[in-house]
């Protein structure tokens, strides 16, 4: 039933803690899928009626087969498939792991087209934790938008005093805090817990809502 279908995908959405590993299998095509599942060395995870290879053709539920394998296992095989298909090695963007500037990842882009959209100019500061300057220069409506802040170890730090020194500095530009990552919420980073710690608060923004509406 579509209640049963809609309680497996929360259960597979919780032991993924979000990172959406499975939905992100169900936009690969079949054959793709069929090459994610090849990699898998313990051919035992795959159903019988397989006979250790995983079809090709579509409708042999090679999603739910993915989605009850261990969360490692997920991972890696993600990982394989993202390193073959260079062109879609940023398909999946949360395996991946940041240590410095990368330019491809920059939000500059972001910035401008954001102007775009809005019709105005938007500001953007290269440097999310060195940003003051531009900050009190914003003016009633202005809008700045700072550098991805995955390009600093502190953001993801295991350490939480690393964290909280960064979110303190994130903190200090603004006097709220609204989350719309809903996809990263779950995270326990510098910009996702840290800040509402040190204002003492935080919203959830209307992506958030609409994504907890539809879990209702």
């Known amino acids: ?30 054959a793709d899928k069929a090459w994610v599942l090849q990699n898998v060395e313990d051919k035992s995870l795959f159903p019988k009626e397989w006979g250790g290879s995983p079809p090709t053709e579509t409708g042999n539920g090679k999603t739910a087969c993915f989605a ?15 390193a073959a298909n260079r062109k879609h090695s940023d398909a999946f963007t949360n395996l991946r792991k940041y240590h410095g500037y990368e330019e491809e990842n920059t939000l500059e882009p972001v ?15 290269p440097d999310c ?8 220069a914003l003016q009633n409506g202005d809008v700045l938008v ?5 390009f600093y170890k502190e953001e993801n730090s295991k350490k939480e005093e690393d ?17 719309d990552a809903f996809g990263t919420a779950h995270r326990d ?20 809502q609409k994504e907890i509406d539809s879990f209702a």
Not at 70 to 78: A, S
Not at 146 to 150: A, C, F, M, Q, S
Not at 193 to 207: M, R
């Open 1 to 30: 039933s579509n209640e049963d279908h809609h309680m497996n995908l929360m259960k597979t959405w919780a032991a993924e803690k979000g990172t959406g590993k499975t939905a992100f299998f169900t936009t690969l095509s079949s």
């Open 68 to 82: 009850r394998l261990p969360e490692d296992i997920k991972t890696n095989l993600l990982k394989k498939w993202s």
């Open 111 to 125: 910035a401008a087209r954001l102007g775009e959209l809005l019709g105005k100019k938007v500001g953007f500061a």
């Open 129 to 136: 934790l060195n940003a003051q300057i531009q900050v009190e």
């Open 146 to 150: 700072l550098e991805n802040v995955r």
């Open 163 to 179: 964290r909280m020194k960064m979110a303190t500095v994130l903190a200090s530009y603004g006097d709220y805090f609204v989350c």
């Open 189 to 208: 980073a510098a910009s996702m817990t840290g800040i509402p710690k040190v204002l003492g608060h935080g919203v959830a923004g209307d992506l958030m």
